[in-house]
């Protein structure tokens, strides 16, 4: 079984919110990545982007310079 470790969740109102998340953040070079969901967590559309805590202040600017606003920031252990 995989060890679970601290994951941030960003979480977006709708799945067009999800998208420009994955499109900026590959343009940027910034860490994460697009993932489902995860079940412990209520979210308008079904899809996420998931990182290490300690890239939130990297992919919050990266957010910033896009103007692209998060339903939620989450850690869980995933």
């Known amino acids: 079984m995989r060890k679970k470790v ?5 979480t977006f109102a709708t799945t067009t919110r999800a ?10 070079g ?5 993932i489902p ?3 412990e967590i209520s979210a308008g559309c079904g899809l996420a ?3 290490k805590p ?8 990266v957010m910033a310079q896009n ?3 998060a ?8």
């Open 6 to 10: 601290p994951t941030l969740v960003i």
């Open 30 to 34: 910034a860490p994460g990545r697009m």
């Open 37 to 39: 969901v995860p079940g």
């Open 71 to 78: 339903e939620g920031f989450f850690e869980i252990m995933f």
């Open 49 to 51: 982007w998931s990182a």
């Open 54 to 61: 300690e890239d939130r202040d990297a992919l919050e600017q």
């Open 19 to 28: 998208m420009k998340m994955e499109t900026c953040c590959k343009e940027a």
């Open 67 to 69: 103007k692209l606003e």
